[in-house]
């Protein structure tokens, strides 16, 4: 449930969530809300998502808030098309980027605790198959707020907050969607800073001691085992069936399914996309993959029933393979 409270010394105005799925709150400095509403509008109307980073407060155990105090956008990849709407994305390069500022807020101690981008694409408001690989690397504490806003729909657009643990995005929002509209907040009681909350269960990241020489000799038999297995995995890439030559796979998470396959398949090198299409009885969904997706990401689906059939189509220029293919179900 949000609640709204003053901070001290500069005294400006917060919305705190305190979600059950989560060992840690979050808290958003309100006119961030305002800020962040104006520049969705100016994208919106060139037909275009945007993207960037939340600046703050990371949660501690003696203070275990997610303090969100500043924004900064981060241009993407594509530029808006006359008559086509843009997804945000970053490539490579930007990605690297975005790591050095990391770094560089760090050193500051004004770290990156978030990252945000519009939603103006159809479907369900969800991270993205690339946004968790983007994401991740960013934040090597592992934790993060992730923001997603929608298109506008009637009188104000709805945004969703996604909290990480241990570097992993959440299948669904951290707690109810709202508005994003400053002064339905401001319409909220105000309330004075929370106690520290129980956060036994919850894992910080600690300084490690240096390593004793048997760890030495551990850390060599690590990296032979892990040549070892890359040298295994490439001779099982050769002799892998020509109808999953990219190892799709269908892993039961929850209640949802996620699909996976190798990123690193030779297959994928020269192909300009891919169409998943995943069949969970009279259902029957199409989903459009880009080469970056082919490249980093995931999807994560809700499965209908205990059978559920995923079919992977590349598209590869002067390359016949045909279509790749996964059969789950429940056991």
């Not at 657009?157 to 992993?168: D, I, M, N, P």
């Not at 339905?184 to 020489?213: G, I, K, Y």
């Amino acid at each position: 449930m949000a609640k709204l409270r003053h901070s001290e010394p500069e005294n400006p105005l917060y919305v705190r969530w305190t979600p059950d799925t989560c060992p840690y709150a979050l808290e958003m400095r309100l006119d961030l809300i305002t800020r962040l509403k104006m520049e969705m509008e100016q994208a919106e109307a060139a037909n275009a998502e945007i993207g960037g980073v939340f600046l703050g407060v990371l949660p501690t155990q003696d203070s275990p808030t997610l303090r969100l105090d500043d924004l900064i956008l981060v241009p993407g990849s594509a530029l808006p098309q006359p008559n086509a709407m843009t997804e945000y994305s970053l490539d490579a390069a930007q990605v690297k980027h975005l790591a050095e500022m990391s770094a560089e807020s760090r050193v500051a101690r004004r770290p990156f605790v978030g990252f945000f981008r519009s939603h103006l694409r159809g479907g369900h408001m969800v991270p993205s198959p690339a946004d968790v690989p983007m994401l991740s690397p960013q934040f090597p504490e592992g934790i993060f707020a992730f923001l997603l806003v929608g298109a506008r729909l009637g009188p104000s657009r709805e945004a969703a907050f996604f909290l990480s643990l241990a570097g992993q995005i959440p299948l669904a929002p951290s707690f109810a969607p709202f508005p994003l509209e400053e002064g339905m907040f401001q319409l909220l009681p105000e309330v004075p800073a929370e106690a520290t909350e129980d956060v036994r269960n919850f894992q910080f990241a600690r300084s490690r001691p240096p390593l004793p020489w048997p760890a030495v000799l551990s850390f060599a038999l690590v990296v032979f085992l892990i040549g070892t297995w890359t040298l295994g995995s490439r001779i099982s890439q050769i002799f892998r069936p020509a109808s999953n030559m990219i190892d799709l796979n269908v892993i039961r998470s929850g209640n949802n399914l996620k699909i996976t396959w190798d990123h690193s398949a030779p297959v994928l090198n020269g192909a300009l996309g891919a169409t998943l299409v995943i069949m969970d009885g009279r259902s029957h969904r199409e989903l459009k993959l880009d080469p970056e997706d082919l490249k980093l990401g995931q999807v994560s689906y809700e499965r209908l029933t205990k059978k559920v059939y995923v079919v992977m189509s590349l598209d590869s220029p002067g390359v016949k393979l045909p279509a790749q293919t996964f059969d789950w179900v429940s056991e």
